[in-house]
Each structure stands twice: as structure tokens, then as C-alpha cells.
């Protein structure tokens, strides 16, 4: 069932990631995939360990900065706990009206975070090759060295449901009948 509502709810900005993926030349699903691990498609949803990641892909601020995003007071560390707080604090202050949160952190704009999250990819995957591939070692720059395994690992599988039509096929099915 988390499986099932995860994709629900991250299909929700395939047109977005379907757009983006061609764009900047990416693998099909990926970036959907990548929603599913960060926010299970919630797009609302702070990081669990609330250190100031956001947005459909999960983005620091001091990462989303210097791919051009404007972030909430400017949070200078990776790892931020107090920004983190006071971004779910805003949620709540503002009823997560999503207009609201657009204006205070580009985080919370889809099309601007999917889009940040491609740009990072590329990047990273540009870079120094520290894995097998340019997409491992773009996913590597993107989870850090002591993430990588699980994320990557993460990813796959999403990508194998994501890119399995009988699964998607089944979902909507499902979907369907509910509706």
C-alpha cells in the first residue's frame, strides 16, 4: 500500500518530469523516481530528519542556492536542523497554501525544483568521475558519499516499478476502480 500511494501521488508531476528528463537528456523516470524517495510525491513534505531539505527533491538550501533558487533566510549549511523546523513551522503557519510557501522558498514551486534537481544531476554527472557511470556518479554527487548505496539501490528499484507497464497498468487499474 505505501508503494501504491508513493506512485499515486508522484505521478501526479509526470508531465513535469517527463519535460525536464528530455530537456536535460535523462533517463526516463528518474526524476520521478527521485520524488518517490525524497517526499513519496508530498510535495510539501520537509526531510524526516528536518536538517532543511524541501521540495519535491529533497534540496538543501545551500545546494538549491547555488543552482540559482531563492530559499527561505539563506541557510548557508548542509545541514541546517533550525531551518528545517522553521520550514515545517511555516507549512503549518501558512495551512500549506502552497502559493504562500511558493513566494517564500522556490523550493516549494515543482516545476522550479524538478527542474534544480535535473540541473544538479547534470552537473554532478559532469564532474570527476567517481563511479562506473556518468548517472551513478551524478546520483553519488547528488546523495553524498555516505548515502550513495542505499539511494542508489532506492532508485533502481523505483525506476523498475516506474518503468514496468504491467505494475503502472495494475496501479491504474486499481485507481480506477476506486474512483
Known amino acids: 500500500q505505501r508503494l501504491y500511494g508513493m506512485v499515486l501521488r508522484s505521478l501526479r508531476f509526470k508531465n513535469i518530469t517527463d519535460k525536464v528528463e528530455k530537456k536535460y537528456n535523462l533517463p526516463r523516470n528518474l526524476l520521478l523516481a527521485m520524488i518517490m524517495h525524497e517526499s513519496g510525491g508530498v510535495d510539501l513534505l520537509p526531510n524526516s530528519s528536518d536538517d532543511g531539505g524541501i521540495g519535491l527533491i529533497h534540496m538543501q538550501a545551500s545546494l538549491a542556492k547555488k543552482f540559482g533558487l531563492a530559499t527561505f533566510k539563506n541557510c548557508d549549511k548542509l545541514v541546517c536542523k533550525q531551518h528545517g523546523t522553521e520550514l515545517r513551522q511555516i507549512i503549518r503557519e501558512s495551512s500549506s497554501d502552497r502559493k504562500k510557501l511558493i513566494y517564500i522558498d522556490d523550493r516549494f514551486h515543482p516545476i522550479i525544483n524538478i527542474d534544480a534537481a535535473a540541473r544538479m544531476l547534470i552537473y554532478y554527472g559532469s564532474g570527476e568521475p567517481v563511479k562506473e557511470t556518468s548517472l551513478k556518479t551524478a546520483i553519488y554527487g547528488y546523495a553524498g558519499k ?32 476506486q474512483n
Not at 495494475?170 to 485507481?175: G, V
Open 146 to 177: 555516505y548515502n550513495y548505496e542505499k539511494y542508489y539501490n532506492n532508485i533502481e528499484y523505483y525506476l523498475s516499478k516506474l518503468n514496468d507497464k504491467q505494475f503502472i497498468d495494475d496501479i491504474e487499474t486499481n485507481f480506477n476502480k
